[in-house]
């Protein structure tokens, strides 16, 4: 099994940035892809970034294309999102998702393995 942990979620004022993190433990061979997406009250859970096993392919939302940053660091198992320019709308839960296969995608079907969530809240 593959157990994911995010974190660095918060309140933050409009234009402020956060990063998340999300750590990947257990049988983590098994992960390949990786992605953040997140899902406001009341709206179905959608694409912020994903990011292929070796980064040389990432998408990204166009709500959040130029201000979000995907990464991972292979050898920590971790995979990051720095957040800038931040928006009221961005007010969302942010999980982190892996899957086995090494291409990116921005289908949360397609995606395995979820992490429980951490929820950011820009003020504005």
């Known amino acids: 099994q593959v157990q994911l942990v995010e974190s660095g979620g918060g309140l933050v004022q409009a234009g402020g940035s956060l990063r998340l993190s999300c750590a990947a433990s257990?049988?983590?061979?098994?992960?390949?892809?990786m992605a953040w997406f997140r899902q406001a009250p009341g709206t179905e859970r959608e694409i912020a970034a994903a990011?292929?096993?070796?980064?040389?392919?990432?998408y990204y939302a166009d709500s959040v294309k130029g201000r979000f940053t995907i990464s991972r660091d292979n050898a920590k198992n971790t995979v990051y999102l720095q957040m800038n320019s931040l928006k009221p709308e961005d007010t969302a839960v942010y999980y982190c998702?892996?899957?086995?296969?090494?291409?990116?995608?921005?289908?949360?079907?397609?995606?395995?393995?979820w992490g429980q969530g951490t929820q950011v809240t820009v003020s504005s």
């Open positions: 998702a892996a899957d086995p296969s090494p291409v990116a995608s921005m289908r949360f079907k397609e995606y395995a393995y």
């Open positions: 257990g049988r983590t061979s098994s992960i390949y892809r």
């Open positions: 990011i292929s096993w070796s980064g040389g392919r990432i």
